[in-house]
């Protein structure tokens, strides 16, 4: 088994006026090669991590015909929260619709801790640091410590689970670890102090590709899994 990340699929099945395709070529038929990378990459045994971004859907119900997309390629997937995420609800929601539809190899992640073998999942949306100045005073403080308790509680879930850190510890998040100015985020230093050994994040598009930071930062590794930045193919982490 292996386990792959791929975020940020922006699906609009049921509302093609909302295709990425309007954001230049590098989106074109965008979902057709989502479909046929994965396809040809991952197995039936394996895992993908989608860390946001999922669908364009405002509510839950209009999510069904990406829910199935995703549902019909191999794997089981784990789904994680995006800033475009609108549809995302009360997990219980969220579980009854999967089961109502019988979309079985799709499970959300919410603070929560699934077993990926040798791993354990967990994951919160995070939020957008451009400095780490400019989120004093803002609007934003208030989601922005709501998002840190978040990871904290995630990093508590984990060693509930896993006291001795017998697997890997694997958290999702949507936002990158790092500001504009590539300085590391609050984010990132509380992973890397709660022992997260793998971080898969996305968000980044086009030209902000060049705020991507991979690779390892106090013991935690980085790697930025945007559709776009990917090549629209999942790619291996373990």
């Given at each position: 088994?292996?386990?792959?990340?791929?975020?940020?699929?922006?699906?609009?099945?049921?509302?093609?006026?909302?295709?990425?395709?309007?954001?230049?070529?590098?989106w074109?038929?965008?979902?057709?090669?989502?479909?046929?990378?994965?396809?040809?990459?991952?197995?039936?045994?394996?895992?993908?991590?989608?860390?946001?971004?999922?669908?364009?859907?405002?509510?839950?119900?209009?999510?069904?015909?990406?829910?199935?997309?995703?549902?019909?390629?191999?794997?089981?997937?784990?789904?994680?929260?995006?800033n475009?995420?609108?549809?995302?609800?009360?997990?219980?929601?969220?579980?009854?619709?999967?089961?109502?539809?019988?979309?079985?190899?799709?499970?959300f992640?919410?603070?929560?801790?699934?077993?990926?073998?040798?791993?354990?999942?967990?994951?919160?949306?995070?939020?957008?640091?451009?400095?780490?100045?400019?989120?004093?005073?803002s609007?934003?403080?208030?989601?922005y410590?709501?998002?840190?308790?978040?990871?904290?509680?995630?990093?508590?879930?984990?060693?509930?689970?896993?006291?001795?850190?017998?697997?890997?510890?694997i958290?999702?998040?949507?936002y990158?670890?790092?500001?504009?100015?590539?300085?590391?985020?609050?984010?990132?230093?509380?992973?890397?102090?709660?022992?997260?050994?793998?971080?898969?994040?996305?968000?980044?598009?086009?030209?902000?590709?060049?705020?991507?930071?991979?690779?390892?930062?106090?013991?935690?590794?980085?790697?930025?899994?945007?559709?776009?930045?990917?090549?629209?193919?999942?790619?291996k982490?373990?």
């Amino acid at each position: 088994m292996s386990i792959f990340a791929l975020a940020d699929l922006h699906l609009s099945l049921s509302n093609p006026d909302k295709s990425m395709e309007v954001f230049g070529q590098s989106w074109g038929e965008y979902i057709e090669r989502v479909r046929d990378n994965w396809t040809e990459t991952v197995t039936c045994s394996d895992t993908v991590l989608i860390p946001g971004d999922i669908s364009w859907a405002t509510y839950i119900e209009q999510a069904e015909e990406d829910f199935r997309f995703i549902s019909e390629l191999p794997g089981r997937k784990l789904l994680s929260r995006g800033n475009h995420d609108y549809w995302w609800t009360t997990l219980k929601k969220m579980e009854n619709v999967l089961r109502d539809k019988g979309f079985d190899n799709l499970f959300f992640i919410r603070t929560n801790v699934v077993d990926a073998d040798d791993c354990l999942v967990t994951g919160t949306r995070g939020w957008m640091i451009e400095t780490k100045e400019s989120i004093e005073g803002s609007d934003n403080r208030k989601i922005y410590e709501r998002e840190k308790s978040r990871i904290k509680l995630c990093i508590e879930e984990l060693g509930k689970v896993d006291p001795d850190h017998a697997k890997k510890h694997i958290m999702m998040i949507h936002y990158p670890p790092v500001t504009a100015k590539q300085d590391f985020t609050e984010f990132a230093e509380m992973m890397a102090e709660g022992g997260i050994d793998i971080c898969v994040y996305g968000h980044l598009h086009g030209k902000a590709h060049k705020k991507v930071f991979e690779g390892d930062f106090e013991g935690t590794e980085f790697i930025c899994a945007s559709a776009d930045y990917v090549g629209f193919k999942p790619v291996k982490i373990i």
